[in-house]
């Protein structure tokens, strides 16, 4: 009987080898923390690319500003904020055995955050374009401004504003 033992890997080709896999596999667990919204996750990659682009278009357009590491660092770790969250909420759904209840949330989260980049990418595309009323349009409903002109709203505004003067 010939068995063959294998023998541990001790070449510096090898050691690399297992490096990555390490890796690999970490980045796969990661990643499958995000599966259940991934197509979510597309949209907001691409959304987030877009502003980060217009954003950056706009600033040297229109404000004559230099190329700024700062904002795009911002725009990273606001994205960042949302994979942690993310990955928080799925890894504590799944420790107390509740995962058909982080979907829809992360859902709506993801979401909320297309939602936000789509109101930042049409403020900036109305300054670059400000004769284009498509864009104001746009903006205008997207960003709830109509609720602004109506006059029940703006009654409510002020008898809250009198009654937090009053408490102070």
Known sequence: MNVMIEQPITTASGQVYSVRVLFVGMWAIF???????????????GFFTA???IGLIEGIIVN????????????FSLLLIFAMI???STMTAILIHKQNYVE??????????IYSY??????????????????????????????????????????ENKTENQKL
């Not at 259940?36 to 597309?42: A, E, V």
């Not at 230099?66 to 911002?74: E, P």
């Open 104 to 113: 829809p949330m992360l859902d709506f989260l993801s979401m909320l955050y």
């Open 86 to 88: 993310t990955l928080a």
């Open 51 to 53: 502003n980060i682009f």
């Open 118 to 159: 789509a109101v930042n990418i049409l403020h900036n595309l109305m300054s670059i374009f400000p004769n284009v009323m498509i864009f104001k349009y746009l903006y205008y409903v997207l960003s709830v401004e109509f609720i602004r002109k109506i006059p029940f709203f703006n009654k409510f505004k002020e008898s």
């Open 31 to 45: 990643m499958s923390y995000f599966e259940p919204i991934g197509y979510n996750i597309i949209l907001l990659v």
């Open 64 to 75: 004559h500003e230099r190329f700024d590491y700062k904002k795009i660092l911002w725009a």
